[in-house]
């Protein structure tokens, strides 16, 4: 798609109010509603491109964690991570034939090696039984399913350097470490991998950031990425699994994805993660703030200016943004019949116009109603709770995302 300059800025003192700023509309006309907007996602902790303009300002990486996660240490960690693998909705566990691959018994932690045929090209762990498991191979010649083994409990591929997980469309993701079957309600099980952590993040940062980008802005993603993981592993000891592989959590991809530069970042800060009071803390991270922190929960998430995010030369498409969303979508969201105005209530207070919304008020042929900036967000699927309403709407697209929000 060909790249067009946004030709207004928005959310300027003519445009919007820090405490109040309205929208009025005619009962007898309800046209679509222009929405413009700053940054993509949540915006706390660490802008992703943030942390490439603080890097092509030529911070370091302690720097740059330093101003995103303020208060914060760094710590250590090591050991493994449990990867639900959201693609695989399959009965059960299906690989490609790979040498040294082995099964593992998770009941009693014995492991068989795994038969060889020059004709066997698949192996599945499929549901037995109430909560057992059966290991068969698929034989290409026959075209034949044959049973190899039964277990009382659950099972997982192993051995392998990298192994091929067959998805239910028959492309095949490759992953390092395990690939375990779990007991899920229902006649299936859920496939996980469990892979060492430094290896889950050779496949996370490069879905999380441009294998581009300059090595401090990468080692910070992999620090924030480290560091995210291991908080939520702390978090899901009596879970099955650790954290999904979608951007609910952190974008994995697997072997598949790995890149020399993100695996150099990787090694650059090995075990290296944040800490707050001597706690890996939840780092949290998003695209783009569009020029301020948001705050949150804990100390270390603050409301603050930054300039990097918007840095000369760093690429950011999502600094500021406007979207059309018709007079059906915007009653659907408010829920008060048709709209007779719009007005933010009120503003974080940092930032170009006053900042991301808090409060805004729906007024309608039903009634009134107060959301809260983020519910907006979710209801007419914003990039972010950085918006105002256009007085007159501009045919202007944005720029094609590149990195996912939250």
């Known amino acids: 798609m060909k790249k067009r300059a946004i030709a207004a800025v928005v959310l300027t003192s003519t445009l919007v109010s820090a405490t109040a700023e309205a929208r009025q509309v005619e009962p007898a006309a309800v046209p679509d509603t222009t929405i413009s907007g700053r940054g993509f996602g949540h915006g706390r902790g660490m802008s992703q491109y943030g942390a490439q303009g603080a890097a092509l300002a030529g911070r370091s990486v302690q720097q740059i964690l330093d101003f995103y996660y303020p208060g914060t240490t760094t710590g250590k960690a090591t050991g493994s991570i449990r990867i639900r693998i959201s693609a695989d909705t399959t009965d059960g ?11 593992r018994d998770l009941t009693n932690g014995k492991v068989y090696p795994l038969p060889k045929a020059s004709t066997r090209d698949q192996w599945s762990i499929d549901p037995y039984g ?47 470490g395990a690939l375990r079957a779990i007991d899920v309600p229902g006649a299936h099980l859920d496939t996980v991998n469990v892979v060492s952590l430094e290896y889950y993040l050779r496949g996370v940062v490069p879905r999380e950031a441009l294998s581009t980008w300059r090595p401090a802005a990468l080692q ?18 009596k879970r099955a699994y650790d954290l999904c592989d979608t951007i609910s959590c952190q974008v994995y991809g697997g ?39 948001a705050s949150g929960p804990v100390p270390y998430q603050v409301t603050k200016v930054d300039n990097w995010d918007a840095y000369p030369g760093n ?9 059309t969303r018709t007079a059906a979508e915007v009653q659907s969201a408010f829920d008060v019949g048709a709209i007779r105005s719009l007005r933010v209530l009120k503003r ?24 809260t900036g983020d519910q907006v967000r979710g209801r007419l699927r ?8 256009v007085p007159s709407p501009l045919d202007i697209p944005s720029a094609p995302d590149q990195i996912p929000g939250r």
């Open 130 to 176: 109430d909560h057992g498991t059966k290991v068969s191979s698929f034989d290409a010649k026959t075209r034949k399913w044959t049973l190899w083994k039964t277990f009382t409990g659950m099972t997982q591929f192993e051995g392998a350097a990298v192994t091929g997980l067959i998805l239910p469309s028959g492309a095949v993701r490759r992953y390092r």
């Open 255 to 293: 072997y598949d994805s790995e890149k020399a530069s993100t695996n150099t970042a990787i090694a650059a800060t090995a075990g290296q993660v944040r800490h707050y009071k001597g706690k890996p803390i939840i780092a949290e991270f998003s695209s783009s703030n569009g020029g301020a922190t």
């Open 93 to 103: 566990v299906r690989v490609g034939t790979v040498n040294r691959l082995k099964v």
């Open 220 to 237: 910070a993603q992999a620090v924030a990425a480290r560091t995210y993981s291991v908080f939520h592993r702390n978090r899901a000891t």
């Open 382 to 389: 914003l990039r972010s709770s950085w918006f105002a309403f």
């Open 315 to 323: 690429g950011n498409p999502n600094v500021t943004w406007t979207v």
């Open 348 to 371: 974080s207070g940092v930032g170009p116009g006053g900042g991301r919304v808090l409060t805004v008020e729906a007024v309608g042929s039903k009634g009134r109603r107060v959301l």
